[in-house]
Antibody, heavy 122, light 107 residues
Framework: QVQLVQSGSELKRPGASVKVSCKTSGYTFTDYGINWVRQAPGQGLEWLARINTYTGNSTYAQAFTGRFVLSLDTSVRTTFLQITSLKAEDTAVYYC???????????????WGQGTLVTVSS | DIQMTQSPSSLSASVGDRVTITCRASQSINNYLHWYQQKPGKAPELLIYGASSLPSEVPSRFRGSGSGADYTLVISSLQPDDFATYYCQQAYRPPWTFGQGTKVELK
């Protein structure tokens, strides 16, 4: 079955960097894009970015350009989210999610990772 | 960006109740609307895609409808497993945006 397994929780100091991984299984990796969604404590869901796992091209929400970078390693079916110059307000659970397409271009998230808590604190 | 507004933000209901959640987009989104269910401490799960299509594993008591900018999620008979937070998401134009969520609590 389709599985997305994320790396474990991270505690980082302000200004540091973190790299969260999302390892997939159960389907052809390059057939589906991977999206990342952020959820701050007690808050709702916020779409961050997506990566085309066939081309490696990424698209970011405007609020997440610059310090947030997606990458992938096709050989191990894994995508990565790197966040640099961490701030306290980056404290959140970060989810990866596989995207599927309904009809002509209606992207939805049909499988999710378990989430990775990133805590930024001095 | 397309803004998504859900109502109510929270509601209290009993097992067996009919529950209705609405989601309004800031413009027409042509049924490019999806619903997710999230339980505390868990990842969201897909509930409805394309405004009204149910994944095979989702119980038939969940129903989605709507058109243009206005969409509705109905739970026909609330079950104990349905107490959760529900989010709508538009996929008409990036960046994909979510509603703020509707928390369904036990009365």
């Amino acid at each position: 079955q389709v599985q997305l397994v994320q790396s474990g929780s991270e505690l980082k100091r302000p200004g540091a960097s973190v790299k969260v991984s999302c390892k997939t299984s159960g389907y052809t990796f390059t057939d589906y894009g991977i999206n990342w969604v952020r959820q701050a404590p007690g808050q709702g869901l916020e779409w961050l970015a997506r990566i085309n796992t066939y081309t490696g091209n990424s698209t970011y929400a405007q609020a997440f350009t610059g310090r947030f970078v997606l990458s992938l390693d096709t050989s191990v079916r894994t995508t990565f989210l790197q966040i640099t110059s961490l701030k306290a307000e980056d404290t959140a659970v970060y989810y990866c999610a596989r995207e599927s397409v309904f009809r002509s271009g209606s992207y939805y998230f049909d499988s999710w990772g378990q989430g990775t808590l990133v805590t930024v604190s001095s | 960006d397309i803004q998504m507004t859900q109502s109510p933000s929270s509601l209290s209901a009993s097992v067996g109740d009919r529950v209705t959640i609405t989601c309004r987009a800031s413009q027409s989104i042509n049924n490019y609307l999806h619903w997710y269910q999230q339980k505390p401490g868990k990842a969201p799960e897909l509930l409805i895609y394309g405004a009204s299509s149910l994944p095979s594993e989702v119980p038939s008591r969940f129903r989605g409808s709507g058109s243009g900018a206005d969409y509705t999620l109905v739970i026909s008979s609330l079950q104990p497993d349905d107490f959760a937070t529900y989010y709508c998401q538009q996929a008409y134009r990036p960046p994909w945006t979510f509603g703020q969520g509707t928390k369904v609590e036990l009365k």
